[in-house]
């Protein structure tokens, strides 16, 4: 079966410095990745995805990610975190099982992201 | 940009009540997901449609559960018998056709829904 983790319920990081969110996937087959934001009482914003290619990823925001194989984990990354940075970050595969009529999303447990000033 | 709107953006609602939940997917997007987050929980599929019929479902989307897309622009799912348990934002999603580079959900603010 499919599956996500998130090993950190939270991350605290001063502003300025970087910052790692994990995230470790269970799929068979190729993996599609994708991190989402959730802001308080707003929705889940596309973050940025990995389906093949480059194993660096760039998205929005400033936010990277890298996709390791090897060890299964695509963790989102960013050199100077800002305030604004701070929100609740979902990591999700997606279910290649039903092929491209199918395509949901399997996701993790979500990291509460808290950064500093 | 194209968004992904829902409304109401929070439904209270008596158990047993029948409530509808409303989306407008974006334009030209043809797969559509519902999702919910029950409050301090992980995100959870509930539902896919592609033309005009249910493509995957969980188990938690049961008899009482229902999705429609009635006038081309709307998708609504429709809970017929609200539970305590149903109490939980729930997210509509779309996606574009084709694969690869489009296969990135958006989705919207979401609907808390809450029984009473």
């Known amino acids: 079966a499919q599956s996500v983790a998130q090993p950190e319920d939270q991350v605290n990081v001063a502003e300025g410095n970087p910052l790692t969110v994990k995230c470790t996937y269970s799929v068979s087959g190729n993996p599609y990745l994708f991190w989402y934001v959730q802001y308080p009482n707003r929705g889940l914003q596309f973050l940025l995805k990995y389906i093949t290619g480059d194993n660096l990823v760039k998205g929005s925001y400033g936010f990277e990610a890298e996709f390791n194989k090897s060890q299964t984990s695509f963790h989102l990354k960013k050199p100077s975190a800002l305030v604004s940075d701070s929100a609740l970050y979902f990591c999700?595969?997606?279910?290649?099982?039903?092929?491209?009529?199918?395509?949901?999303?399997?996701f993790g447990q979500g990291t509460e992201l808290s950064v500093k000033p | 940009e194209p968004e992904v709107t829902q409304t109401p953006s929070h439904q209270v609602t008596q158990m047993g009540q029948e409530v509808i939940l409303r989306c407008v997917p974006i334009?030209?997007?043809?797969?559509f997901y519902w999702y919910r987050q029950i409050l301090g929980q992980k995100v959870e599929f509930l539902v896919s449609f592609y033309n005009n019929e249910i493509s995957e479902k969980s188990e938690i989307f049961d008899d009482q559960f229902s999705v429609e897309r009635p006038d081309g622009s709307n998708f609504t799912l429709k809970i017929r018998s609200t539970k305590l348990e149903d109490s939980a934002m729930y997210f509509c999603?779309?996606?574009?056709?084709?694969?690869?580079?489009?296969?990135?959900?958006?989705f919207g603010a979401g609907t808390r829904l809450s029984v009473l």
């Open positions: 999603a779309s996606r574009s056709w084709g694969t690869l580079a489009k296969n990135i959900q958006y």
């Open positions: 334009s030209n997007h043809l797969y």
């Open positions: 999700a595969v997606r279910d290649p099982s039903r092929g491209n009529q199918g395509g949901k999303l399997i």
